[in-house]
């Protein structure tokens, strides 16, 4: 069965959940099946690019951990892959894009989360 299309079928907590973890960094989510729980975000994630709310769809990734069982959102720039990358390429990124560089202080993460989320109020 292919997963729901749009965001208002999955639990509002699936958007709560990639909010905290644009801006805090991560979120760790216990979980028994953290790789059923992943797919659902993935189903998610595609729903919001429908909708076209990619950039919040895109914001995060998503990484299984075995002990302790669950799941791991966390920012791309903050994953343990883009870390490596930053460190081979001398601890920065060469880009005329703000958007594309690394977030290093917790106002870049601020400036994130309130580009991404918009005025929710």
């Known amino acids: 069965m292919p997963?729901?299309?749009?965001?208002?079928?999955?639990?509002?907590?699936?958007?709560?959940?990639?909010n905290r973890a644009i801006s805090t960094g991560s979120v760790f989510?216990?979980?028994?099946n953290p790789a059923a729980l992943r797919l659902k975000f993935y189903g998610y994630v595609s729903a919001l690019r429908r909708e076209s709310d990619s950039e919040?769809?895109?914001a995060c990734a998503f990484t299984l951990s075995k002990?302790?069982?669950g799941l791991q959102i966390s920012?791309?720039?903050?994953t343990p892959d883009a870390l490596a990358?930053?460190?081979?390429?001398?601890?920065?990124?060469?880009?005329?894009?703000?958007?594309s560089s690394p977030l290093t202080s917790p106002d870049e993460i601020d400036s994130l989360f309130n580009r991404i989320t918009?005025?929710?109020?």
């Open 29 to 32: 989510i216990p979980h028994a």
């Open 85 to 99: 990358i930053r460190d081979a390429l001398g601890g920065g990124v060469t880009s005329t894009s703000p958007e």
């Open 3 to 18: 997963p729901p299309r749009a965001t208002n079928a999955y639990p509002v907590e699936f958007r709560a959940a990639l």
């Open 75 to 78: 920012l791309k720039e903050t």
């Open 56 to 58: 919040i769809a895109d």
């Open 118 to 121: 918009g005025d929710l109020k």
């Open 67 to 69: 002990s302790p069982l």
